[in-house]
């Protein structure tokens, strides 16, 4: 089993989305925080639900794991890199 980093899951929205790799997006902007590139790097709810299958789509191909058990183990990794939606719907 080939493993999946984190990075891999970001470059599927900011490469998709926004035509850049994570790699440059720090190599040019150094000084930048995680919050300053979340906030400037932003997609439509529509586009994050699409990454978000795409995301479990390669976990389940890479792992040979079961939907329901990726689904389950995948809130850390989404918090460390699903995209910030632009004005997210209110409740």
């Not at 080939?2 to 790799?21: A, D, F, R, S």
């Amino acid at each position: 089993m080939k493993p999946i980093y984190i990075e891999e899951l970001i470059n599927l929205w900011l490469e998709k989305y926004h035509g850049i790799t994570v790699q440059q997006v720090f190599k040019e902007h150094p000084d930048w925080d995680s919050k300053t590139f979340y906030s400037i790097y932003q997609v439509t709810q529509q586009q994050h639900d699409d990454w978000y299958k795409e995301a479990i789509a390669l976990v389940k191909k890479r792992k040979g794991l079961s939907v329901k058990y990726i689904k389950r183990g995948f809130a850390m990794d989404y918090l460390n890199c699903a995209p910030d939606v632009k004005n997210p719907p209110e409740f």
